[in-house]
């Protein structure tokens, strides 16, 4: 197990997006997990407001010192907010992954496609699993 303690209110992907839904809207960011597998993250790039994106579709990228890694959109529904502060500071990804360090806001527009992301109990044990390999 992680010594990272991943919020219960966020469901998880397997490519380590996070959501944390509230209502119909989902806030959008990248785990802790992936964000130390990253390093230091120096861009970020963000979906426009107003686009529509299926779950598993790509969004945008996340540049670090190490590498360039696409980001997956954890649900299917409209871009309704991006996270502007990341434009000039994405070392909030680094600081606060779960946190002030979201991407965007997304209303969703088939809920039942949550059911296909993980907990946080699964999701700790899945990224340990991956990390061990």
Known sequence: MSDVSYPKDLKYTKSHEWIRVTGDVGRVGLT?????QLGEIVFVELPEVGRELKQGEVFGVV????AVSDC???ASGK???VNERLVDSPELVNSDPHGEGWFFELEISDSGELDNLMD???YDKYQAEEGAH
């Not at 802790?32 to 130390?36: E, F, I, L, P, S």
């Not at 540049?63 to 190490?66: M, N």
């Open 32 to 36: 802790h997990y992936a964000q130390d």
């Open 63 to 66: 540049e670090s010192v190490k």
């Open 72 to 74: 997956y959109s954890p």
């Open 79 to 81: 871009v309704v907010r």
């Open 120 to 122: 946080a109990d699964r």
